[in-house]
């Protein structure tokens, strides 16, 4: 009898553990997200984004708040089918353009183009800022990471997919394949990110600095 007690004891013991590993897994700080949220420029070719995971990060631009609540971006989501009219007619990596970034075979597979239904003002600026860091510390949140793509060809974009909106800002969307370090910095330091020895490191300025 005691061995049995003692024996629903442990399994009770390693299944409430097993629980709280969960919602540890599943429940990261916001932090936690800001951290491992960097600006992905290469990826693993190998995990296709499906639609679905696509639709889970626009689904952020229902919940996010709108300046005046105008909610007037509106979303394509591009797999892979489509993705290379993407890649053909955006432009990244600028502070690095002997690197011709991404490498062959890191490119994104997937895409979310941020489009407005009227035109562009200070007002879409801030949705846009807001529901675009939105949708990518969801993408971390999901195991996904991303890039902000405002160098965009916006005409062969709009023709390429027949949008009826313009075309302001791509969310490349993908498993990051790359080591991203934060260093923190003076407010007067070089700002520019630069690589060394495989590392891309994202200067910050420190908290110091920036408190008035």
């Known amino acids: 009898m005691a061995d049995n007690y003692l024996e629903k004891k442990f399994e009770q013991y390693q299944e409430n ?3 709280v590993q969960k ?3 599943n ?5 936690s997200l800001l951290l491992k949220n960097r600006s992905y420029r290469g990826y693993d070719s190998s995990y296709i984004v499906s639609k679905e995971e696509l639709l889970k990060i626009a689904d952020v631009a229902t919940k996010v708040p709108s ?10 989501l591009v797999t892979s089918e489509q993705a290379d009219k993407v890649l053909k007619n955006i432009k990244w990596g600028g502070a690095l353009p002997e690197l011709n970034l991404p490498f062959p075979g890191t490119e994104p597979n997937a895409f979310i183009i941020i489009c407005s239904t009227v035109p562009e003002n200070k007002w879409i600026g801030v949705d846009l800022g807001i529901v675009s860091q939105s949708m990518l510390l969801k ?7 991303g890039i902000c793509i405002g160098a965009l060809n916006k005409a062969e974009i709009t023709k390429e997919f027949n949008l ?5 800002l791509i969310l490349a969307i993908g498993k990051g394949a790359e080591n991203i370090q934060i260093i923190p910095i003076g407010e007067d330091e070089n700002h520019n990110y630069y690589r060394k020895d495989g590392v891309h490191f994202v200067p910050k300025v420190k908290l110091e600095d920036l408190v008035l």
């Open 27 to 31: 429940n990261l700080s916001l932090n």
């Open 17 to 19: 553990k097993g629980n």
């Open 139 to 145: 993408s971390v949140e999901m195991g996904l990471n």
């Open 23 to 25: 919602k540890v897994v």
């Open 164 to 168: 009826k909106y313009e075309p302001l």
């Open 67 to 76: 300046a005046k609540n105008q909610q007037a971006l509106r979303f394509k």
